[in-house]
């Protein structure tokens, strides 16, 4: 309840803000407006964000199973530990927005550069927790997996990997929320549909208003990936959740 | 004080070394531990019992364990995202043992029983009360069923009442095996040990084997039991 009462009080203070000082539409567009192009522009609109939302769940989902992927392998082999690790943090020290032409150079101005864009910052928050999750098991469990002559596929399957589902979760929310970033930086640099590259084409026409209507729809389409990745990861660590309560 | 000397074989240490980089726990330790018999080792903290007891375990590195053996440690350890029944079947699942899995399964639910929870097979851990968890690990322990079961201080976080429960339960389940129990509770040393040896110095020496008269589990209000609680507890503390 609080967070709408905030944000009701914000657009008042927005809209007054643009009556009171007369800025052009063309540079702070008030709300209301914002509202009226949201509703006559709805059919647009929702075709782009359909476009952006397909290029962000698929982004999601690579990264997903690329990150856990390469995590597993790294908690399971020292050799690749130790030669791939670095590359992956190198990886991300280059700002993707500094790749993100390249991507489209190579992937084209279509769905495919976006999707690897969103992977690529996706994937790293998800190595990053579930290597961390994984190499942090309980040293008491692993001693009892010891004195039960459990062999390391069965250790590393059995009992580090789901502890380690937490440390997953939480990687994976962090990627549900930098997913946009990804799927944006690549319709800014070049596409050919979607709610960034409405934006890019409004504003330079000068249709703030719209612009402004997409960037509504952008944060939605965010937030609800966001809760749809809390909500599935939740299910994924039932212990965790009851813990919580 | 003597040995008891038993026809099964014993489990024997002998020269044993336990240290951790300079510090040294154990030197040239020799401790013959009887068979089917429940050796309580007691020391202050910081001795070296739990050391010992994981150097039994083959859980030091250079440590070589003579024989399989079930552990049973302080916390019960029991895996959140299993419920009960498999988390007493965890030593079969984790060695992908299918034929020994499905011969266990009886004996896991008779132990989950036996234990009290019988009726909870399928629930999770967190669900459940330490007294309760701690009862499972023991009835996971014991489905093991290895001959030697290693025990450090396994109800060690239980309120009172609950341990002189626990301790009735396992003397009962654990009668026949080889059971080493480390514990810094002089009562609980004297109510479930056939033997109790005490641990101090360091590097530690293991003293001469007491056997209280009796059998296991001993009553806590037997006045010669307290009498000898009385000696170890000073003992203990004239040991640094």
Known sequence: MRPLITAVGLLLAWEALAWATGVPVYILPPPTRVAVVLVQRFDLLIEQAAWTAAEMMLGLVLGLVLGATLAVVFAASAGWRRWALPLVIISQAIPVIAIAPLLVLWLGYGMASKVAMAALVIFFPVVSALYDGLSRTDPGWLDLAQTMDAPPRAVLLQIKLPAALPAFASGARIAAAVAPIGAVIGEWVGASAGLGFLMTQSLARGQTPLAFAALVLLCLLGLALYHATDWVTRRLVPWQSLQGE | ?240
Not at chain 2, 160 to 188: F, M, N, S, Y
Not at chain 2, 198 to 227: H, I, K, N, Q
Request: charged letters at 20%.
């Open chain 2, 1 to 240: 004080m003597t040995f008891v000397v038993v026809a099964s074989p014993p489990l024997s240490v002998r020269g044993a070394r336990i240290a951790f980089g300079d510090r040294v726990v154990a030197n040239n330790l020799a401790l013959e531990f009887p068979a089917s018999r429940t050796t309580c080792l007691l020391g202050r903290s910081g001795v070296g019992k739990t050391s010992l007891l994981r150097w039994l375990a083959g859980l030091l590195p250079g440590a070589e364990r003579t024989q399989p053996t079930a552990y049973m440690a302080q916390r019960d350890l029991l895996l959140p995202w299993l419920g009960l029944l498999d988390n007493v079947l965890l030593g079969f699942r984790l060695r992908g043992d299918a034929a020994g899995l499905e011969a266990a399964v009886p004996r896991a639910r008779r132990l989950l029983t036996e234990v009290g929870l019988g009726d909870r097979l399928g629930d999770r851990p967190e669900t459940l009360s330490a007294g309760m968890r701690q009862r499972a690990a023991l009835a996971r322990t014991l489905c093991e069923d290895r001959q030697v079961v290693l025990m450090d201080e396994p109800f060690a976080h239980l309120d009172a009442v609950t341990r002189l429960d626990l301790q009735d339960l396992a003397v009962r389940l654990l009668a026949g095996k080889t059971v080493i129990l480390v514990t810094h509770d002089p009562l609980e040393a004297l109510r479930m040990g056939h033997q109790v040896r005490v641990l101090s110095g360091s590097p530690f020496a293991v003293g001469p084997a007491l056997e209280p008269p009796g059998a296991v589990p001993r009553d806590p209000t037997d006045p010669v039991l307290l009498g000898l609680q009385g000696l170890l507890i000073a003992e203990l503390r004239s040991t640094p």
